[in-house]
């Protein structure tokens, strides 16, 4: 027996999920399958083809781009540019402003909290404005580190 792909990481442990679940999902095992298999015989394909599920301000030529002799050096989308921010919130909010971004929950099952898209942009825009009072400009790396919490 071959085992599907999603069986590959825990060969033992196979989570069937209730019929709830399987109604409302937007892809069949099969349609998995096939993506999976796809992406392993034509990945450039595969990509650029993933790449067109994205905005992006300058659409990427270059797809993948691998050396392993010497120093490894591993490039997707090289020449492609676009804005992270621009496609988990901007571009939903004109059509899903009101709708819920991001849910938070709390050790305690008590605490939660529910974001909309447009409460979620004020709070990357209080972010923005404060790394530039701190004088972080365009193309400046920044790195959050969250442990555990």
């Known amino acids: 027996m071959t085992n599907t792909p999603a069986q590959l990481h825990h060969p033992d442990e196979i989570f069937v999920p209730s ?26 394909g595969f990509w650029a083809e993933m790449a067109q599920r994205i905005d992006w301000f300058q659409k990427p ?14 490039r ?3 020449d492609g540019v676009l804005n ?3 496609n988990c919130v901007d571009r939903h909010l004109p059509a ?8 938070f929950e709390g050790d305690d099952p008590a605490i939660d ?11 990357v825009c209080r972010l923005a404005n404060a790394l530039k009072a701190r004088g972080v ?8 580190y969250m442990p555990m919490v």
């Open 113 to 123: 909290k529910k974001i909309t898209y447009a409460d979620l942009k004020g709070e």
């Open 84 to 86: 992270a921010c621009h």
């Open 19 to 44: 019929p709830t679940i399987r109604e409302n999902a937007r892809i069949t095992p099969e349609q998995y399958d096939a993506l999976y298999e796809r992406s392993l015989n034509d990945p450039e």
């Open 137 to 144: 400009q365009k193309g400046d790396r920044v790195v959050i």
């Open 76 to 78: 997707w989308y090289a």
């Open 96 to 103: 899903r402003a009101d709708q819920t971004a991001l849910i």
């Open 61 to 74: 030529t270059r797809i993948k781009e691998t050396s392993f002799k010497g120093n490894v050096d591993i």
